[in-house]
């Protein structure tokens, strides 16, 4: 069990020290909460594997609007009583109370891991390799992201001393995880080179590299950490953090990167992210020498009206992982199914009548 108010990366170090593992990380773990991260219901480069927050917390306690406690903290594998209520409170931005502990799912602490950077001419191929690694390797597979070439050039110019794990030029790049527990340990190196060949031989990758020791594992991970910290040093950019049905991640970036680039001149688009959560994190960058509030919020609200549109298209959901806040709750209410937005306003009415609870948020 674990109070609200711990921080990410506590529990991380907590988890260490009992030779197990919480697995769930993203950039902000030295100041998320874990009660932060269940209203949110945060997500990470783990999902994949292990889910987001809803999979992890098997327990929740809440004070509700009328001053009542919600205690659900006692993990049952099975409970058949009806609503599971502890899911309505997971993912609802504090709209509907506020979480003060939960009981979180552990793992094993991971014995071996295996990262791969790989070079590949698509995404389509992205997604062709993904298939492969998880036929390959099914549970073993921790991560599996993608960018594109100019967003590794981006990283790199951000980072002088950093370097280009492949010596060639690929249109696109993708970091592999695999790890695993003590009793397969001495086989996973032997297994990633397995991976790997059989893709070469299948033609879905045109170059890979696997880390030879844990720094050069960590200065692959670093590479994808800092997508985010190089673009907002290059300039103003519009975010997205949208996703599409699994099989339909290649096909949606084809179109909607230079649908943008073309709707909106001058303006370079960047998906990049978790290709094994359909969840790209699609940020358009502005013209340069343009930017600011002014930019923002007219060229860049018409941006993300653009791509908001094509995800609809695409039967995609507009917040993968980011939550709607303040920031898109107005294009929940423009792109929403009538009828989740009608529930979840009945749901906030019987349990916050008097609307106390994050006003303006979500909703
Ligand atoms: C650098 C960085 C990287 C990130 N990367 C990712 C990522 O990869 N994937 C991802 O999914 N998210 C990511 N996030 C977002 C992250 O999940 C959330 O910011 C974080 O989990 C929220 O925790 P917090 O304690 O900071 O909450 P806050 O930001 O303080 O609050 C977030 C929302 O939750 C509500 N809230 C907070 N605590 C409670 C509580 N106890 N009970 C009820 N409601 C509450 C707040 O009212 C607010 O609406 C990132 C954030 C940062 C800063």
Redesign the pocket.
């Known amino acids: 069990m674990c109070e ?2 711990v921080i ?1 990366e506590t529990l991380h170090h907590a988890a260490d020290d009992a030779g197990l593992r919480f697995p769930l990380s ?3 773990k030295g ?15 783990q999902v994949l594997r292990h889910g ?1 927050m809803r999979a992890l917390v098997l327990g929740l306690e ?1 004070v509700l609007p009328d001053g009542s406690v919600f205690d659900a903290l006692t993990p049952l594998k099975k409970d058949n009583r009806g609503f599971d209520l502890k899911q309505l ?1 997971i993912g ?3 709209t509907l ?4 502990a939960a009981t979180l799912k552990l793992e094993p602490a991971v014995a071996a891991r295996s990262v791969v950077w790989a070079g590949l001419e698509s995404i389509a191929a992205a997604r062709e390799l993904l298939l492969h690694c998880q036929a390959a390797e099914g549970d073993a597979l921790e991560g599996f992201e993608v960018m594109p070439d100019h967003c590794l050039a981006n990283v790199l110019r951000f980072l002088p001393d950093a370097r280009a794990p492949l010596t060639g030029p690929h249109a696109w790049h993708a970091l592999i995880e695999l790890d695993t527990g003590a009793t397969d340990a001495d086989g996973l190196a032997a297994r990633a080179e397995a991976m790997l060949t059989g893709a070469f031989e299948a033609g879905l990758i045109e170059d890979a590299a696997i880390a030879q020791n844990e720094a050069q594992a960590e200065a692959f991970w670093q590479l994808r950490e800092m997508i ?1 910290p190089a673009e907002r040093a290059a300039g103003p950019a519009v975010q997205h953090d949208v996703s599409v049905p699994l099989a339909s991640v290649p096909d949606f970036v084809d179109e909607a990167v230079p649908a943008v680039e073309a709707a909106f001149p001058h303006t370079r688009a960047v998906a990049f992210g978790h290709l094994g959560d359909g969840n790209v994190h699609f940020h358009v960058i502005a013209p340069p020498g343009v930017g600011g509030p002014a930019w923002q919020e007219g060229e860049g609200k018409a941006i993300s009206r653009f791509v908001h549109d094509l995800v609809a298209k695409w039967r995609g959901s507009i917040s993968a ?3 709607i ?1 303040q920031l898109k709750r107005d294009e929940l209410r423009r792109l929403g199914d009538p009828v989740a937005l009608a529930l979840m306003g009945k749901v906030k009415a019987a349990l916050d009548p008097l609307g106390i609870m ?1 006003p303006g ?1 979500l909703l």
């Open positions: 609200a108010g990410l993203l950039g902000g100041s998320a909460t874990v009660g932060g991260l269940v209203a949110t219901n945060a997500g990470g480069t987001s809440a409170l609802s931005e504090g109370g506020i979480v003060t985010a992982e980011h939550g806040g994050n948020k």
